[in-house]
């Protein structure tokens, strides 16, 4: 669906757009009625996982790039693995439960198999890209495609408008670390 | 039909309230307290999801791009989520050293 959305996409998409809300809806809301259902806690984090790639979605149907990619980062790659070690270091035999058997392993393989090939059929039904060499830039002015650029302005805006909730935010990391580290350390009595 | 094809503002929201309900239903529903930790971060997304939609939608925002306010805002609420994560996981740490389990029915202690 996305390479459709790439290739047959003049400046104006709106075709496009309900199917992709459609399909980011369902995956949102159907996998984050699965946690409230759900009784393994690993399969809930896994659920998490989809939810929060279905709202990364939605952040790119909604234009913000950059919340996207750090949705995907920081929540997908940072919180989610922390749950998933929380899970692991707390459960009693956590690993009965990770390992696939049977089905599941020839699924895993198939879903991995296929997104490989769709990721290569798209890949040779692209016109070359414009590339240079390295070292040289064809974006000299800086700014997107579109004229709006989300990463620029956010970054432009935490250093100047919102410099004090950047600065407020940068110093409770810091006491989160310091407080996470404390809590977690082992005691030696 | 054509309510559903064009989609708005209203189809964000409506997203939104069923990712928060299911947040809230995780939170009723659960014992483990990681669990209650995952319809927390639920309901986190689904009021960062609210305020970008809003700021996208909004008549104020940008050419093709939402306003800065709301995605700053959720910049912030992402940031204190990973926060929120880190020492939740800290003290739930400490509550399986001391009582053997993260089952929050079991964790009275501090009951009078």
């Known amino acids: ?189 | 039909m054509d309510a559903l094809i064009h989609i708005s503002l209203i189809h964000f929201v409506i997203v939104s309230i069923l990712l928060a309900s299911a947040g809230v239903g995780t939170i009723l529903t659960k014992r483990n307290a990681i669990g209650i930790l995952i319809g927390v971060e639920l309901i986190l997304n689904a009021s960062a999801l609210n305020l970008v939609a809003f700021a996208r939608f909004h008549p104020w925002a940008p050419q093709g791009g939402p306003a800065l306010d709301g995605v700053m805002f959720t910049v912030f609420i992402i940031v204190l989520a990973a926060a929120e994560a880190a020492i939740a996981l800290g003290i739930f740490l400490n509550l399986y050293n001391t009582l053997g389990t993260v089952d929050v029915e079991k964790a009275q202690e501090m009951k009078g």
Do not use: C, D
């Open chain 1, 1 to 189: 669906m996305i390479m459709v959305a790439q290739q047959s996409a003049p400046p104006s998409n709106q075709a496009v757009v309900p199917f992709l809300f459609y399909g980011f809806a369902a995956l949102t809301v159907l996998s984050a009625w699965g946690i409230v259902a759900g009784r393994n806690i690993v399969r809930m984090a896994v659920y998490l996982l989809l939810t929060l790639a279905g709202v990364a979605g939605f952040y790119f149907m909604l234009s913000a790039e950059f919340l996207a990619a750090i949705q995907l980062i920081v929540y997908a790659g940072g919180t989610l693995i922390l749950i998933v070690f929380g899970v692991m270091l707390t459960s009693r035999h956590p690993t009965a439960h990770i390992i696939a058997t049977g089905w599941e392993r020839v699924l895993g393989v198939v879903v991995a198999t296929v997104l490989a090939v769709l990721l290569l059929i798209a890949l040779a039904g692209t016109p070359a890209w414009p590339t240079t060499g390295l070292g040289t830039s064809i974006h000299a002015g800086g700014a997107g495609v579109a004229g709006y650029s989300s990463v620029q302005t956010i970054g432009k805006a935490l250093l100047s408008g919102y410099a004090v909730p950047f600065e407020v935010g940068g110093v409770l990391l810091l006491v989160v670390m310091i407080g996470a580290a404390y809590m977690a350390r082992r005691r030696t009595r």
